[in-house]
């Protein structure tokens, strides 16, 4: 099954054409990377596969469904419910505690306080986080952000997780944390679109596909 298909996809910025005519299909389960050289376009690619930005031409499809034929409400259902990001830089709420950050996500679906709780306690676990659930995220290590970035990409149970550099701060033992965890997340049936520039990174996917000068070459 596609689960996320571009067709012809294009994105100018001003005079600049950053994606120049894009086909990609993301299958239901893969684990794709994305790699190629920095401001080649990864990034903007990303955040249209993820629906936080579109095209100036061509089409966007989530689960067959046509992006832009959308209300903007449906747009964001499938980006909260559906889709988990990990970005490089975090984006978590530095004042708030990992176990809100894992839990605002569901509380914005609707799931009950208790539950949504219960739900982060147990990701944090999981990605090694016990005990540290009400700290502050400026009270743990880049690694520790990463992995509750990860927790609370997690936390509506998505269909993808569209992770841009998910590593790109972190050390080696950190990185190989992070991936580890992707791969798994991948092996339990979730589906895992990565951007990096490291190729033994992207080595780790079932597939790679590059990226130059706002069109994939491979
Ligand atoms: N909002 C924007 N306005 C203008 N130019 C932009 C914008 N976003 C991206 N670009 C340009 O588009 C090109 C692709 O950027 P993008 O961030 O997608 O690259 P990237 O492959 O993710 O690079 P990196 O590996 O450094 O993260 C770059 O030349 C960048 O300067
Ligand atoms: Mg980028």
Known sequence: MVLIELINVK???GSEEI???IDLKVHKGEFLAIIGASGSGKSSLLY???LL???TEGEVFFKGQQVSSMDSQMVSRIRNESIGFVFQFHYLLPEFTLLENVMIPML???IQRPQAEE???ELLKSLGLGGKEKRKIYQVSGGEMQRTAIARALANNPEVILADEPTGNLDSKNTAIVMQILQEINRSGTTVVMVTHELELAKKANRILQM???LLVL
């Open 108 to 110: 914005k679906k609707g």
């Open 212 to 214: 130059k000068d706002g």
């Open 11 to 13: 994105k100018r910025v």
């Open 48 to 50: 249209i596969m993820g």
């Open 19 to 21: 994606l120049k005519g």
């Open 119 to 121: 739900r982060a306690r």
């Open 53 to 55: 930005d579109f095209p």
